[in-house]
């Protein structure tokens, strides 16, 4: 997810009024991009906060999707591996509660 965000923020590089320390602030977390964006003009400051809200969702989406692909996979491994109910017949249920009442 952290490679996904940073990748996405680094297209800020070379904004007017982005300093190279803000630009690693930016980069560090959305929390940190939102700060550093109330310091800045109206301008520069919707486009960190458009850039750094994508690049999280983006990131979180990916995350997600990593996830559920890895709970599908333990799902199908320990449906395989564990073992099945036993079936049962209905005569054999019926015998024994004739046993259990007598």
Same mark, same amino acid.
């Given at each position: ?15 007017? =009024?982005?300093? /190279? *320390?803000? %630009? ?8 940190? &991009? ?5 310091? $800045? ?17 983006? =990131?979180?989406? /990916? *995350?997600? %999707? ?8 333990? &799902? ?5 591996? $564990? ?20």
């Amino acid at each position: 997810m952290n490679g996904i965000y940073r990748s996405e923020v680094n297209h800020l590089v070379g904004k007017n =009024g982005l300093s /190279e *320390a803000m %630009l690693e602030s930016v980069r560090s977390s959305i929390q940190s &991009a939102h700060m550093t964006a109330q310091t $800045l003009g109206n301008d520069i400051a919707s486009v960190v906060i458009q850039t750094s809200s994508q690049a999280f969702v983006d =990131g979180m989406k /990916e *995350a997600l %999707l990593i996830g559920s692909i890895a709970m599908l996979v333990a &799902a199908i491994v320990a449906g395989s591996i $564990l073992p099945g109910k036993e079936k049962v017949n209905k005569d054999t249920v019926l015998e024994n509660k004739s046993f259990v009442e007598e």
